[in-house]
């Protein structure tokens, strides 16, 4: 039964590497679209905003269990890497709207931008259906990564610092991957 163990454990270790995203070659990368949404002040924000920014595009939901594992993550992140050229955008796909949402993000302090997301801009990005779902986009705004579900802290901070040109070796996503919790909202 150890041995049994052992092995379940070593495929899961290897199942999730196998789901990591991974920084893809500059040369592979579409642009993502552009879109304005708005904010928890009411102020229109568009990804063009960002001009030039690496960025960590975050579609989440305050009822997401998922989702809240990340944040706090995504808060160190862009405190740490916001002078670099680095932000995080968080799109909150909450049907109820600012209601939840503004009580959620004051509860926990968020440090990053967040955005009422809608079907439309969901679209854009290739349905996005399951939740957490994040887009690492580059300086010119093309998608270098989707990371769907539950990923490793350490994989988004490999392909933040590679995209900042931090990472000692290029095309190197990194580990720690976990891809589990994918959490899909049937209505």
Known sequence: MKQFAITLAAATV?????????????????????????????????????????????????????????????????????????AVLGVSMDEEGWEVIRPYIERVKVNYRILLGDNVVAAEYGGVDALPTTFMLDRTHRIASINQGLVGKDTYRNEIQQLLGAAQKAGTAGGGAVSAGVVSRAD
């Not at 070659?25 to 924000?45: I, Y």
């Not at 595009?57 to 670099?84: R, V």
């Open 14 to 86: 290897l199942l999730a590497a196998a789901c990591a995203a991974a920084v893809k070659p500059a040369k592979d990368r579409k642009r993502a679209p552009d879109f304005s949404l708005k904010d928890t002040n009411g102020q229109t924000v568009k990804l063009s905003d960002y001009k030039g920014k690496v960025v960590l595009l975050n579609f989440w939901a305050t009822w997401c269990g998922p989702c809240k594992i990340e944040i706090p993550w995504f808060m160190e992140f862009e405190q740490h890497y916001k002078d670099q050229g680095f």
